[in-house]
């Protein structure tokens, strides 16, 4: 089954019941060579685990899946499940959480079982015999201690990479509930994350072409961030209003590198000073600086300057470093 041909995704589609759903971003990738760039991103390797985000009809989950010793799909459109289940069938160590992601990873949702036998009534794919159920996450927990790897026999090389072809409406909110949940210490750092993103969003990630702001240092503050390839809207199907790219993040800090990179203050210090200061992303830093400290110019000037940064700097052209140093100048 070619699952990057557009006639057949229409014909899983009519098997699922269902239209593309704009608004779970279910444009469904159709390029060979985008696939391989982001498997070749990925890099899966045979002790890895993958969490993968909206895996829908399963075109990245069969490409990583030989690759990979553990698998876990997360999909909240449930009648795109059962179809999927049965495209994965073959990879026994698959396993497919029923829910919203965001809500999953936050332990705000309790994901759901799908065997197949109860979704087809027995029936068999393509005709053959009944497929047996796959073994499926039930709970958030199951999935976290799958990703510190304490379930199934993980090795001493054991690692965990998130994958995702993400809503582009709920980039945002994603990756803060994943960077704070790494950041308490609720999810362990993955070895890389590699998003298919608004081409838009992405530039905000990596502060391309000057689009700086909030999610750009707070990308910063977790992770090395780098755009990979730019994904043209004729490389779906559905194709979408805008262009897409890939990103790809690295070197996630643990919470103790968060806490010794920061110290005093503490993560939500931090964060908290940053988006105000982005409140007033037309000031300088300086009559930012001045609002947040509740002090006046003289005041202002001063913490700025001695901590290197020019009072008349725009907050979007401040470095992390720069970012950690006045913050915490407002803070003593």
């Given at each position: 089954?070619n699952?990057?041909?557009?006639p057949v995704?229409?014909?899983?589609?009519?098997?699922?019941?269902?239209?593309?759903?704009?608004s779970?971003?279910q444009?469904?990738?159709?390029?060979a060579?985008?696939l391989a760039e982001i498997?070749?991103?990925?890099d899966p390797?045979?002790?890895?685990?993958?969490?993968?985000v909206?895996p829908g009809?399963g075109?990245?989950?069969t490409a990583?899946a030989?690759?990979?010793?553990?698998?876990?799909a997360?999909?909240?459109?449930?009648?795109?499940i059962?179809?999927?289940?049965e495209i994965?069938a073959?990879?026994?160590w698959?396993?497919?959480?029923a829910?919203d992601?965001?809500?999953?990873?936050s332990?705000?949702?309790?994901?759901?079982?799908?065997?197949l036998?109860?979704?087809h009534?027995?029936?068999?794919?393509?005709?053959?015999?009944v497929?047996p159920?796959l073994?499926?996450?039930?709970?958030p927990?199951d999935?976290?201690a799958?990703l510190?790897?304490?379930?199934?026999?993980?090795s001493?090389?054991?690692s965990?990479?998130?994958?995702?072809?993400l809503p582009?409406?709920i980039?945002?909110?994603f990756l803060?509930?994943?960077f704070?949940?790494?950041a308490?210490?609720?999810?362990p750092?993955?070895?890389?994350?590699v998003?298919?993103?608004?081409?838009?969003?992405?530039?905000r990630?990596?502060?391309?072409?000057?689009?700086?702001?909030?999610?750009?240092?707070?990308?910063?503050?977790?992770?090395?961030a780098?755009?990979v390839?730019?994904?043209?809207a004729?490389h779906f199907w559905?194709?979408?209003?805008?262009?897409?790219?890939?990103v790809?993040?690295t070197?996630i800090r643990?919470p103790?590198?968060?806490a010794?990179?920061l110290?005093?203050?503490?993560r939500?210090?931090f964060?908290r000073?940053?988006?105000?200061?982005?409140?007033?992303?037309?000031?300088?830093?300086?009559?930012?600086?001045?609002?947040?400290?509740?002090?006046d110019r003289?005041?202002a000037?001063?913490?700025?300057?001695?901590?290197g940064?020019?009072?008349?700097?725009r907050?979007?052209?401040l470095?992390?470093a720069?970012?950690?140093?006045?913050?915490?100048?407002?803070?003593?």
């Amino acid at each position: 089954m070619n699952l990057l041909s557009p006639p057949v995704l229409k014909a899983l589609c009519i098997r699922a019941g269902k239209k593309p759903e704009r608004s779970l971003g279910q444009h469904f990738l159709i390029h060979a060579g985008t696939l391989a760039e982001i498997v070749t991103t990925v890099d899966p390797q045979p002790a890895d685990t993958i969490l993968e985000v909206g895996p829908g009809f399963g075109v990245l989950t069969t490409a990583l899946a030989p690759r990979v010793g553990r698998l876990i799909a997360i999909e909240m459109d449930r009648q795109v499940i059962p179809v999927l289940q049965e495209i994965v069938a073959p990879f026994g160590w698959v396993e497919i959480v029923a829910g919203d992601a965001l809500r999953v990873l936050s332990g705000r949702e309790r994901g759901s079982l799908w065997p197949l036998e109860s979704v087809h009534g027995g029936i068999a794919p393509e005709g053959g015999d009944v497929a047996p159920p796959l073994r499926l996450a039930t709970y958030p927990s199951d999935v976290v201690a799958a990703l510190h790897g304490r379930l199934g026999s993980p090795s001493s090389q054991h690692s965990w990479k998130l994958a995702a072809n993400l809503p582009y409406q709920i980039t945002s909110d994603f990756l803060r509930v994943l960077f704070d949940q790494i950041a308490a210490g609720a999810i362990p750092p993955p070895e890389r994350i590699v998003l298919l993103l608004q081409k838009e969003v992405v530039d905000r990630l990596v502060g391309a072409d000057g689009s700086v702001g909030f999610l750009t240092v707070l990308t910063q503050l977790h992770a090395t961030a780098r755009r990979v390839v730019r994904v043209p809207a004729s490389h779906f199907w559905p194709p979408p209003k805008v262009e897409g790219a890939v990103v790809q993040f690295t070197e996630i800090r643990s919470p103790e590198a968060l806490a010794d990179l920061l110290q005093p203050l503490s993560r939500d210090q931090f964060l908290r000073f940053v988006h105000m200061a982005f409140a007033g992303r037309r000031k300088q830093i300086g009559t930012s600086i001045r609002t947040i400290a509740a002090c006046d110019r003289s005041e202002a000037d001063a913490i700025c300057v001695g901590v290197g940064i020019d009072p008349t700097a725009r907050p979007e052209t401040l470095t992390l470093a720069q970012w950690i140093a006045l913050a915490k100048a407002v803070g003593r």
